[in-house]
């Protein structure tokens, strides 16, 4: 059983930082894409950044030069920095796996979902 465990959410000021991390555990050969989605209320799921196997990354206009995904193959693990955070940064965020191979399945995973709250 795949499970994707986020850490590092939490309380922060306008203009400060924060590091979320996330580990896939389990019995797995490979992942391909991984990256971190984040919710509001009242809002739609929302991509804040992607990393594919090879390190290619991917941030929408909104968190570009603010935020870093970065992954660890070796330890299944992903992290986010973010730098700079503003009010509009709150929301729950949550980490994505795609193309998770273990034994007899491929699929994606979703973890729990950290909270992340700027005050201004």
């Known amino acids: 059983q795949v499970q994707l465990v986020e850490s590092g959410g939490g309380l922060v000021q306008a203009g400060g930082s924060l590091r979320l991390s996330c580990a896939a555990s389990g019995i797995i050969y490979s992942i391909d894409g991984m990256g971190w989605y984040r919710q509001a209320p009242g809002k739609k799921r929302e991509l804040v950044a992607a990393i594919t196997s090879g390190g290619s990354t991917n941030y929408p206009d909104s968190v570009k030069g603010r935020f870093t995904i970065s992954r660890d193959n070796a330890k299944n693990t992903v992290y986010l920095q973010m730098n700079s955070l503003k009010p509009e940064d709150t929301a729950v965020y949550y980490c994505?796996?795609?193309?998770?191979?273990?034994?007899?399945?491929?699929?994606?995973?979703w973890g729990q979902g950290t909270q992340v709250t700027v005050s201004s």
């Open positions: 994505n796996a795609k193309g998770v191979a273990s034994p007899n399945v491929k699929g994606d995973y």
